[in-house]
């Protein structure tokens, strides 16, 4: 079992920024890869930016440039900067840790943290 706590969201201005904190805890050992996702009302929820157990990151067009993830290994805490926010950027936005055990893979969820990005 894995737990994940997101922290970090909240109201910014067009143009602002915001850092988005994931921590994990539990079965930390076992997770190959961790990301975060975001989810509108009425749309599916998306890939915003991922790191594999390598260390290779993957940041879709939509935050190229305008978003930066990083991993404390140590810390088991995920972290997502988000530069030059626009209002599309708004959304719910969900941690997620991928584990690989002897008998399978499975696939843990935070709870979400709102961000909204209005005037």
């Known amino acids: 079992q894995v737990q994940l706590v997101e922290s970090g969201g909240g109201l910014v201005q067009p143009g602002g920024s915001l850092n988005l904190s994931c921590v994990a805890s539990?079965?930390?050992?076992?997770?190959?890869?961790m990301g975060w996702y975001r989810q509108s009302p009425g749309k599916e929820r998306t890939l915003v930016a991922s790191v594999d157990g390598d260390g290779r990151t993957n940041i879709p067009h939509s935050g190229a440039g305008r978003f930066t993830l990083s991993r404390d290994i140590a810390g088991n805490i995920l972290h997502l900067r988000m530069n030059k926010l626009k209002p599309e950027d708004t959304a719910v936005y969900y941690c997620r840790a991928g584990v690989i055990t002897v008998v399978a893979a499975y696939d843990y969820w935070g709870q979400g943290t709102q961000v909204t990005v209005a005037s």
């Open positions: 539990g079965s930390t050992a076992s997770i190959y890869e």
